[in-house]
């Protein structure tokens, strides 16, 4: 299971953390990811850590979201600073296997309900 928290309405320019709690599985050694729905568009591969630890972020969030994991609490966050209208979605995270490698939705298979993300002034 998973189940994130975080979200809500903030101005352009403000800050959200978002959180990802799991349970059931350890996120550490399984491909984790944060992944966002705009209305009338795909789910998007926002940010990923993969078995290997390598951290992927896409282009449009590079340099203000930063993707952090806690092994001990078994949560994962997504600090989202400098935040933009763009940027507004309901935001998911999700679970894949050890050999997951890429931010693609269709990798994973373990989703939270995920959580709105409001950017507006």
């Known amino acids: 299971q998973l189940v994130e928290s975080g979200g809500g309405l903030v101005q352009p320019g403000g800050s959200l953390r978002l959180s990802c709690v799991v349970s059931?599985?350890?996120?550490?050694?399984?491909?984790v990811g944060w992944f966002r729905q705009a209305p009338g568009k795909e789910r998007e591969g926002v940010s990923c850590?993969?078995?290997?630890?390598?951290?992927y972020y896409t282009d449009s969030v590079k340099g203000r979201f930063t993707f952090s994991r806690d092994n001990a609490k078994n949560t994962v966050y997504l600090q989202m600073d400098s935040l933009k209208p763009v940027d507004t979605a309901v935001y998911s995270c999700?679970?894949?296997?050890?050999?997951?490698?890429?931010?693609?939705?269709?990798?994973?298979?373990?989703w939270g309900q995920g959580t709105q993300v409001s950017v507006s002034s």
């Open positions: 999700a679970l894949g296997g050890v050999s997951v490698t890429l931010c693609d939705p269709n990798e994973y298979d373990y």
């Open positions: 059931g599985f350890t996120v550490d050694g399984y491909a």
């Open positions: 850590i993969y078995s290997t630890e390598r951290i």
